[in-house]
């Protein structure tokens, strides 16, 4: 009987010391190398990423979009440590340019807004500057600097894609700013401008209108206040239109924009879904383009480099995972939630 009871002992003593090692910290939704990600740090960036998540959000979609988040940061931790090795973290002189791009086209209240908005700091965001700028340094140092795209590469994919290379028929590289009546909660632009009706459209319309002519950046007014969730990010760039979709959609606007110069831009235009001004930026003929075409060649390149680029940092990153020790105690909080992490 007496060791009976040393045995049971015994053994409930191992598995209170099993629990013991393997219980995650405290506050602690991962470990990368020794280094924690804490569940404040967590809640934080899920905070400055979903600033607008809904109160009655489902709570497995949360945790999915967490788990997401939780993978980035051990990636990005995971890089930071590699930097700091390499002596590559970025100085403050390199945050302090990037944080006065960034507040240039606000006012302090607006940028202070957006700060708010998003649950952040100004030193929430300095921190998050100077992680991404050591970040960068090391992919460039590690994977663009090596990437190099041969002529015979360009002159390979050209022949491989050439019919995609032949116009079927005229296009114009097009740019638009949009001003609706009707506010868009996907839209968000710099300025996070919306007309709320039609009286507040017109205006805004008539006044983007007056900037412009008195010789403001289409592509920053675009940036800044125009009301399209697609192009605004993209200083109103809409890429190159076929003239068939432009008569389908309007003959009357076809025939504006074709008597459009290059980089000319129209007079305020009003549709069904609000006021538009459209710039031009080029017109191309159809027909097949050559090789020998810088534009050809420039869009050779930068595709391949942007897929090659892609292919080595995925590799990079998988490779970079597999070389430390990672502990993620929220997954496995999830599995064992389930009853499946036994």
Do not use: W
Request: aromatic share 6%.
């Amino acid at each position: 009987m007496q060791r009976t009871r040393v045995f049971l002992l015994a053994t409930v003593g191992a598995l209170f010391l099993t629990a013991c090692k393997h219980a995650p910290p405290a506050n602690v939704a991962a470990m990368v190398d020794g280094q924690p990600i804490t569940y404040t740090e967590l809640e934080k960036t899920y905070q400055s990423q979903y600033p607008q998540q809904p109160e009655a959000a489902n709570q497995d979609l949360v945790m999915s979009q967490k788990l997401d988040l939780l993978g980035n940061l051990i990636t990005n931790r995971i890089l930071l440590q590699r930097a700091e090795k390499a002596g590559l973290t970025a100085v403050d002189a390199d945050v302090d340019t990037e944080l006065n791009k960034m507040r240039a086209p606000f006012t302090k209240e607006e940028f202070d807004k957006q700060l708010s908005d998003r649950h952040m700091t100004l030193d929430d965001l300095k921190t998050q500057i100077r992680q991404r700028l050591t970040v960068d340094k090391l992919i460039n140092k590690e994977i663009t600097s090596h990437v190099t795209i041969t002529d015979a590469d360009v002159a390979s994919f050209y022949n491989a894609n050439k019919a995609s290379f032949n116009l079927k028929e005229p296009q114009v590289h097009m740019a638009q700013i949009l001003v609706t009546p009707n506010p868009d909660p996907n839209v968000h632009n710099l300025k996070n401008s919306k007309a709320r009706n039609e009286t507040e459209a017109k205006s805004k319309i008539e006044d983007l209108s007056a900037r412009l002519q008195r010789g403001e950046d289409f592509a920053l007014l675009a940036q800044n206040y125009s009301e399209d969730p697609n192009s605004a990010p993209n200083g109103g760039d809409m890429g190159f239109i076929t003239e068939s979709t432009l008569e389908r959609a309007n003959p009357e606007l076809r025939n504006m924009v074709m008597a459009l110069p290059p980089n000319g831009y129209s007079k305020i235009i009003h549709t069904q879904d609000g006021y538009r001004i459209l710039k031009v930026f080029s017109k191309e003929p159809s027909g097949q383009r050559d090789l020998n075409d810088p534009r050809v060649q420039q869009n050779i390149r930068e595709t391949l480099q942007n897929a090659k680029d892609q292919l080595l940092k995925t590799a990079y990153y998988e490779t970079a995972r597999n070389s430390v020790k990672i502990e993620n105690y929220l997954a496995r909080s999830v599995l064992e939630s389930a009853g499946r992490g036994k």
